[in-house]
């Protein structure tokens, strides 16, 4: 007669208590597997939701067309009006002086019309309220200016030539997010103001952006500008993608955190898988007692996978629940780089989902030693412990391929990126059969071994391959967990070099904008008079657009493209531009021949190597640019391999002069001070000294860059540490549970051999020498297959360069190699501890 469910669950009930002995390691993999499940998806989720509705906020409008260095046309502006309700504004960097005070500092001046903000409201936070565009020769600050110049509602501020009133302090900034980095705090002034500032002349590194507010598809709004005036130079954005720059990193972020929440999920199993066989084994006798007193297979499965089922249903809960909060504290983490709403934010499908993995990885990890439980009569349990059982794999295939299936599905198809989930289940399943392929070979290859002479020796390597090891499932455990911890050191190191290298230690100290070429000599003077043995550079600075390259007789026009690879950002909007008689300082010629100076041929470019990579370029080919709104067009006569490293003037496209010196331009300067003049009193006296004088240009600070930098830069590496140590602390519950799960069969070992005179010292070198010889092999697999994998993590994904710190990862890895030592060595004390007499009565 067959039990019924309400009887199954009486005596599961009884077999189960509050501390869930037995089934702690399937809970704590069960609760981190689920809490990383659900605070991805719900972050992920957060973000998505806010780009998607903020996006209009975010860009200040449904549309944006912005073009650099001069104001659109009257033609082009006229096109603009017709789309919609349009704000125009401008934004460049500029200079902000305290009347009657040394003090200056660089701000990011933001100039807005009446109709300012489109989209979002706009508030200060001193006095606190609600504000639109500034009038007349009122000024909104940011407190970062408030702070450095001890200014405030009510003073007055000199910007270029004008005389402002500061009316208050910005609160909330609605565009901000997709304004992009910034040179230093923002000042947001009117348009009227910005006219009596002086700054805006035809050349000047300004940019005019042309923000509309349209009820038609701003797709088609761009694709109908960009026919009327396919030459003009303009950059598109949409309120779909607010901001390019942030929807990539989001991107690579997210598939980032999808590779941690399946790798955690992976890692999970492996523990259930584990800790279900552990408790299993723990329960042998009762199994084979409740056949004997006539329980039928499917009794025992009911019973068994009811306990299994109601801790993971709890573990689950925990997970999520503890998913929702940890969301909250990732997004504070980085909420200067990400648009996440403050608060609890609760994702019905991403709660779902997790929880819905959470419980298909249980039961199906859970279903080869339940079904081993299930097959065999209860004599064969009994005598397991010196009869190992071995269940065919044909009757797993059914439970556990359908289980996997499912697993696979609920992973791929709400993913983002369903070919890379797909391709990194593919890749853990490879992981999986290539360690277990390896467990194989070694208790095999122990097998063959000559038996070595001493005692110890002999007996760790008999332990490898005796009936009963559990050589494969260990070395997958203990691979999987530890090639975890190789790619999480192998990444977060790999970050570190990246933030040393791109943010540089050693940089000029000023960066200047917008000099008068005929005030260039002015500029050495005072510089020099200040700060003697100082080092200036100055170069011309142009902005303008590349609209066309390849051979002459069949161009590709950027308009043309569908997408622009990642790697040809130079083909995105207005480029910095410049020429030179000679070969910048820093480049390297890779490629065809610089021109003489004096050159007075056909107009000639050089572009940088990285670029003509990626566009295919050759040398002849020809290269066409919006320059102030006129094409101008340059063969390729060279390639160059730029320093990027140098933090100087680094420019993707260099002329020859007689291609674009004719245009109105300014020039661009570098200082850098000697180590005496790295003091506060020189610095300060450079800024007012080349603000006084040429109040026209922007003196930009770089230190202060580097260090917002490096902070966003930090900020960012400590979520992916963060993330990917969810996938640690599952390793780490994995590698205990590998261990814990020998306990059964070694303790009865153990104990033959204390009755056969081994003392325990003996019994320690033992298991010593066993993991010793285990760890060996896996610390060198671990270290190639994880190293492997964070290469593609880091170059792949983030699309940074592979510099890892050896020194690091390979401390990483000894100290989980010394974890499994200490955990081995754990366990065997316990064992220690037991009475043989009571473990013989019980076998």
């Not at 037995?22 to 499940?37: D, E, F, N, T």
């Not at 450079?686 to 040429?694: D, E, N, P, Q, Y």
Request: hydrophobic share 55%; charged share 15%.
């Amino acid at each position: 007669m067959t039990m019924s469910w309400r009887m199954a669950w009486r005596l599961a009930r009884r077999g189960l208590d509050w501390r869930f002995r037995g089934l702690r390691l399937l809970v704590a993999c069960l609760v981190l597997g689920a809490a990383a499940l659900s605070a991805i998806g719900t972050l992920t989720g957060a973000i998505d939701h806010e780009l998607t509705t903020r996006g209009r906020t975010m860009l200040g409008g449904d549309v944006e067309f912005t073009v650099a260095a001069r104001p659109a046309s009257a033609r082009e502006q006229a096109a603009i009006a017709r789309f919609g309700r349009v704000s125009a504004g401008v934004r460049m960097q500029a200079m902000a002086r305290k009347p009657g005070s040394d003090a200056a500092v660089p701000i990011e001046l933001k100039a807005v019309d009446a109709h300012w903000p489109l989209y979002g409201t706009f508030t200060l936070a001193a006095p606190d309220r609600g504000a639109g565009a500034p009038q007349g020769a009122v000024v909104w600050i940011a407190p970062g200016v408030a702070d450095r110049l001890g200014v405030g509602p009510g003073d007055h501020l000199l910007i270029g030539a004008a005389d402002l009133v500061i009316g208050g302090v910005i609160g909330d900034e609605p565009d901000r997010l997709g304004e992009g980095f910034a040179l230093g705090p923002t000042v947001i002034i009117g348009t009227a103001a910005l006219t009596q500032t002086g700054l805006i002349s035809t050349g000047a590194m300004a940019r005019w952006k042309y923000r509309v507010q349209t009820g038609a598809a701003p797709q088609a709004a761009i694709d109908a500008f960009k026919a009327a005036f396919p030459s003009s130079g303009f950059e598109f954005r949409t309120r779909d993608r607010a901001s390019p720059g942030l929807d990539r990193f989001v991107s690579r972020l997210g598939q980032f955190l999808l590779l941690v929440a399946l790798a955690a999920l992976a890692i999970a199993g492996i523990g259930i898988g584990n800790g279900v066989a552990g408790f299993l084994e723990a329960r042998r006798g009762t199994i084979a007692t409740l056949k004997i007193l006539g329980a039928t297979s499917g009794d025992i499965t009911r019973i068994f996978a009811l306990q299994i089922a109601a801790a993971s249903v709890l573990a689950i809960a925990i997970g999520l629940a503890l998913g929702l909060v940890a969301t909250p504290l990732i997004g504070l983490a980085l909420r200067g780089v990400l648009p996440v709403a403050t608060g609890l934010v609760f994702d019905a499908r991403a709660l779902g989902t997790a929880a819905a993995q959470g419980l298909l990885i249980a039961l199906t990890f859970a279903a080869p030693p339940l079904l081993r439980a299930r097959a065999f009569p209860a004599m064969a349990l009994l005598r397991a412990r010196v009869s190992p059982l071995t269940l065919p794999w044909r009757r797993a295939l059914l439970p556990v391929g359908g289980g996997l299936a499912g697993i696979v599905a609920l992973a791929v198809i709400p993913a983002p990126q369903p070919v890379l989930a797909l391709g990194f289940l593919g890749g853990a399943a490879a992981l999986f059969a290539l360690l277990g392929a390896l467990g194989w070979g070694l208790t095999r290859l122990a097998a063959r071994l000559p038996r070595p002479r001493g005692t110890i020796a002999r007996m760790a390597l008999a332990n490898l391959h005796r009936p009963g090891a559990q050589t494969p499932a260990l070395v997958v455990a203990l691979g999987f967990a530890l090639a975890a911890f190789v790619v999480l050191a192998g990444v977060e190191t790999s970050l570190d070099g990246n933030i040393a290298r791109r943010v540089p230690a050693r940089a000029p100290d000023y960066f200047v904008l917008d000099i008068p070429r005929d005030a260039e000599a002015q500029f050495r003077t005072i510089v020099g008079g200040i700060a003697p043995g100082a080092t200036v550079r100055t170069v011309p600075a142009m902005r303008g657009a590349i609209l066309a390259y390849g051979p002459a007789a069949r161009m590709t026009r950027v308009a043309d493209l569908k997408a622009i690879p990642d790697d040809a950002w130079a083909l995105r909007g207005d480029r910095g531009l410049t020429y030179a008689d000679a070969l910048p300082q820093g480049n390297v010629l890779t490629g065809g021949l610089w021109w003489p100076r004096g050159y007075t041929g056909p107009p000639l470019v050089s572009v940088d190597e990285g670029l003509a990579k990626t566009l295919g370029l050759h040398l002849g080919d020809r290269l066409t640019i919006s320059l102030l709104g006129v094409e101008r067009s340059a063969t390729i006569a060279s390639f160059r391999r730029i320093d990027w490293d140098s933090f100087g003037f680094n420019y993707v496209l260099v002329f020859s002069p007689n291609a674009i010196a004719d245009a109105p331009h300014s020039l661009a300067g570098t200082i850098e001070l000697p180590g005496a003049s790295k003091t506060a009193p020189v610095r300060r006296a450079i800024l007012s000294g080349l603000v006084r004088a040429l109040p026209s240009s922007s003196v930009i600070e770089v230190g202060p860059v580097l260090g917002q930098a490096r902070a966003i830069l930090t900020e960012v590496g400590t979520a992916v540490l963060a993330a990917g140590s969810v996938a640690v602390l599952a390793g780490l519950a994995v590698l205990a549970g590998a261990i814990a799960a020998q306990r059964a069969s070694r303790q009865y070992d153990t104990v033959i051999l204390r009755v056969l005179g081994a003392s325990s010292r003996q019994l320690l070198t033992l298991v010593l020498a066993e993991y010793g010889l285990l760890c060996a092999i896996l610390g060198a697999v671990a270290l190639a297959l994880g190293s492997a994998t964070a290469w593609g993590v880091v170059v792949w994904l983030f699309g940074f360069a592979w510099l890892p710190d050896w020194t690091r990862i390979l401390g990483v890895l000894a100290l989980g190699l010394t974890l499994v030592m200490a955990l081995a060595l754990g366990g065997s004390l316990s064992i220690l501890r037991t009475r043989p007499a009571k473990v013989l009565r019980e076998l």
